[in-house]
């Protein structure tokens, strides 16, 4: 029982990390209808920099610098994907995000080596709670988290530039014909979303090593969390990124460690499709 | 001879190899109502998108006081006071009405770049919610939608939210596509009268671009017919009205009106 705890927490906050990640997504595609695949790069590079800063600085101005430098580089991702006239197709979108996740994965090679990448958690310590061990960056990682979501939700319901992005979701063209400028808005949707796979990636390495090519692994994590609330809710794809982090340890501790994303990755496609099918039954 | 409002010359739009729009010219002075109607597929859309920096002409100019801005943005135009109300309304579903009329005012002070957007909107606030009760009272029933989503209102509420939402950014010249369709002919009317209202008393001027010729003859003193990408026919609705071509093939029953005679 404490081992079934165990993983449920563990997972739990691997699973916030997913739900940043998802969120990112979730963000983008709703805002230009692009499907971003280098999400998971976001977080790659921000665990990656932090871990060489953090050598230099305190860890807290480290990961500040990593989240900001990576959020200008999502930004300007945003612009090559979207382009300066904005009339790429989604299609061409993804295609290009594919493009700039290999020119990513190169620079990291060049920049940090082909090995892994880690730095000491916020604490070193765990809080024993009947025998099942909460380190003090789970709880963070879940905090932070749970505060973004909520200010999202906010920024996307009483703000004017919330509600110019929502706008922009809405109706691509009826958005551009009232004046705002969907290009802007596409760019700063992608600088939103490099800033929330920054920040997950920050918080998730300390427990989780990166390197080059963990992109990859994360992009598909926070496509299932994104996939779960049907790709446009930010609250579903936090909900989709905790199941799938509990799926994984459970998987991780019971069955065999090499099946962890498969057979997590399943259990989502099932959790998809029977959700899909409950609201084709209720609508 | 003054300069109009709106001078569209020789406007020619492509798709691809399609030709769209052929050469199509049209004036509107300051204040004016125009109508512009059409079948299915003449070209009316486009010449709007034109208009409004949606689709790049291929040739041809559109010019605003004289001013030309053939290939200006949709932001631009907005802000040199040419509103569109697209087809099918295309309100943002989930904003509420209000965050919909907002927008149509974020739009006119929004530049390419966000910050100075973000100070334009918070500098000019003050003006922008007197226009949002000047809004208010043209379209009463809009205060009382105003706490809920776009979508989850009737197709005519949709209609005056897109029309709130245009004249959200204080416009001189309202383009309307489609007016009346998809809707109730008593909304109609109620439409019709209140942009008459609004074109008599506050002198912004009105593009129609309709199917529905009727009700373009009846609100429009001045209509033009485009067929296949060319303007066939301008003139005084009243005139136009009378033309057996025009009878024939867009005010129906040809055939009565003649025996009427």
């Known amino acids: 029982m404490t081992a079934f705890l165990q993983y449920i927490v563990t997972g739990i906050s691997d699973g916030a990390a997913y739900g940043l990640v998802g969120i990112g997504l979730v963000v983008v595609f709703r805002t230009t209808n692009a499907l971003n695949f280098a999400q998971g790069v976001y977080a790659v590079v921000a665990g990656m920099t932090t871990s060489v800063l953090v050598l230099h600085m305190p860890l807290v101005l480290a990961a500040v610098l990593a989240i900001a430098i990576v959020t200008t580089i999502g930004g300007l991702m945003g612009l090559i994907t979207i382009g300066i006239r904005g009339d790429t197709t989604p299609l061409t979108s993804l295609i290009v995000t594919l493009g700039l996740t290999l020119i990513a994965e190169s620079c990291e090679l060049l920049i940090f080596g082909d ?5 000491a958690p916020i604490a070193n310590h765990a809080w024993d709670v009947g025998g099942v061990l909460v380190q003090p960056q789970y709880v963070l990682l879940l905090g932070v988290t749970l505060v973004v979501t909520l200010g999202l939700n906010l920024l996307f319901r009483k703000t004017i530039v919330g509600n110019a992005l929502v706008a922009a979701s809405d109706s691509l063209r009826a958005a ?3 004046g705002i400028d969907t290009v802007t808005f596409g760019v700063v949707a992608f600088g939103l979303a490099a800033f929330l796979g920054a920040l997950g990636g920050v918080l998730l390495t300390p427990l989780m090593p990166v390197a080059y090519d963990s992109d990859l692994n994360i992009a598909v994590n926070g496509f299932a969390a994104a996939a ?4 446009v809710s930010v609250p579903g794809a936090l909900l989709g990124g905790i199941v799938l982090g509990m799926a994984e340890n459970l998987v991780v501790g019971y069955v065999n460690p090499q099946y962890e994303l498969t057979i997590a990755l399943v259990i989502m496609l099932a959790l998809i499709g029977w959700r899909a099918r409950h609201e084709v039954s209720t609508a | 001879m003054s300069v109009p409002l709106l001078d569209v010359d020789g406007l020619v739009v492509k798709y691809g190899g399609a030709v769209a729009l052929d050469g199509v010219s049209l004036r509107l002075e300051t204040g004016e109502r125009v109508a512009l109607i059409g079948p299915n597929g ?11 920096g949606l689709v790049r002409p291929a040739a041809g100019t ?5 001013a030309d801005v053939t290939r200006a943005s949709p932001g631009r135009m907005v802000r040199l006071g040419v509103s569109m109300i697209p087809e099918g309304r295309q309100v943002f579903p989930s904003l509420t009405a209000e965050q919909n009329l907002l927008l149509g005012a974020f739009g006119r002070v929004a530049r390419r770049e966000p910050v100075t957007a973000l100070l334009r909107y918070a500098i000019e606030r003050g ?3 007197e226009r949002l009760d000047g809004v208010y009272e043209l379209l009463p029933k809009l205060r009382e939608l105003r706490e809920r989503p776009a979508g989850r209102t009737s197709g005519g509420e949709q209609q005056m939210v897109a029309i709130g939402r245009a004249l959200m950014a204080d416009p001189r010249l309202l383009a309307i596509d489609e007016l009346s369709l998809g809707l109730a002919p008593i909304v109609v009317q109620d439409l019709a009268v209140f942009l008459r209202k609004l074109n008599e008393e506050r002198g912004v001027a009105i593009l129609l671009v309709e199917q529905n010729a009727q009700l373009a003859f009846e609100l429009c003193p001045r209509a033009y017919v485009l067929e296949a990408g060319q ?3 301008e003139g005084p609705s009243a005139e136009l ?3 057996p071509l025009v009878q024939t093939a867009y005010l129906g029953g040809g055939l009565e009106v003649a025996e009427a005679r």
Do not use: C, E
């Open chain 2, 62 to 66: 559109v010019r605003i006081d004289g």
């Open chain 2, 42 to 52: 003449a070209g009316k859309t486009s010449l709007l998108s034109a208009i409004s």
């Open chain 1, 115 to 119: 090995g892994p990448h880690s730095y």
């Open chain 2, 231 to 233: 303007l066939r026919l």
């Open chain 2, 127 to 129: 003006r922008i919610m």
């Open chain 2, 241 to 243: 009205q009378r033309n």
């Open chain 1, 176 to 178: 551009r014909l009232v």
């Open chain 1, 228 to 231: 779960f609330g049907g790709l």
